[in-house]
């Protein structure tokens, strides 16, 4: 298996740009979180989705950050505008289906420079 | 809200020696789980407690999970350069449908 699988690894923009980042997780997995990692706030949930379905989005910053997951097997994270703020390694991990206790399988993650 | 605390922050370790990282829960866990994260890379799961009192061991890391399952620890002995990273605690509780609480997490550098 290839395991978690995130796009881009690397993205640097400028301030009030549109930034879209896309994980595909683990096959037969169907729970998916986004993390945003910082060394001020460290690992950080910023949605979670079941099924895909969001189940708990309470760690989305603000509106101009939104996620999907139109079927099993892709979701996006968008932030439209972007910040300088926003600058981050951001994390999509997966689950196997039917673990609401078993172990996260992380992507490498995107890290994102907002100029 | 729940709220996962981990100390230290920063562990400066020789190598050979031992050390402990604690993570406290400020709600009772129905799980927890701990993941090792080398510089520059990603989170990889290390292993899941799930009853009180539970202690499992690999190799020379001891992990612990407290009898009122509000607690964590752990225990790496005889410290080697390539247990270099950042360890995270991370805490499920019965009705947050799964979600991982992550602690901030103990930067461990191992010197020579």
């Known amino acids: 298996d290839a395991g978690v699988i995130q796009s881009p690894r690397h993205e640097v923009t400028e301030m009030g740009q549109e930034v879209t980042l896309r994980c595909k997780p683990i096959?037969?997995?169907?729970?998916l979180f986004w993390y945003r990692q910082t060394m001020m706030r460290g690992l950080e949930l910023l949605i979670y989705?079941?099924?895909?379905?969001?189940?708990?989005d309470s760690g989305m910053p603000e509106d101009r950050f939104s996620a999907k997951m139109p079927n099993a097997s892709f979701s996006t994270l968008k932030i439209q505008p972007s910040e300088p703020r926003d600058s981050a390694v951001y994390f999509c991990?997966?689950?196997?289906?039917?673990?609401?206790?078993?172990?996260?399988?992380f992507g490498e993650g995107s890290r994102l420079t907002v100029l | 809200g729940q709220q996962v605390m981990q100390i230290p922050q920063y562990q400066h370790v020789q190598e050979g020696e031992d050390f402990t990282t604690y993570c406290n829960s400020s709600?009772?866990?129905?799980?927890i789980q701990w993941y090792k994260q080398r510089p520059g890379g990603h989170p990889v799961f290390l292993i899941q407690?799930?009853?009180?009192?539970e202690v499992k061991k690999q190799k020379r890391l001891t992990f612990q999970f407290g009898e009122a399952k509000k607690n964590s620890s752990l225990h790496i002995t005889a410290t080697q350069t390539t247990d270099v990273g950042t360890y995270f605690c991370?805490?499920?509780?019965?009705?947050?449908?799964?979600?991982?609480?992550f602690g901030a997490g103990t930067q461990v550098v191992v010197t020579p």
């Open positions: 991990a997966s689950r196997q289906t039917g673990s609401n206790t078993g172990e996260l399988f």
């Open positions: 096959s037969g997995h169907n729970s």
């Open positions: 989705f079941n099924n895909n379905v969001p189940i708990d």
């Open positions: 709600t009772t866990l129905s799980n």
């Open positions: 407690l799930v009853k009180s009192g």
């Open positions: 991370a805490g499920v509780t019965t009705d947050s449908w799964g979600k991982l609480q």
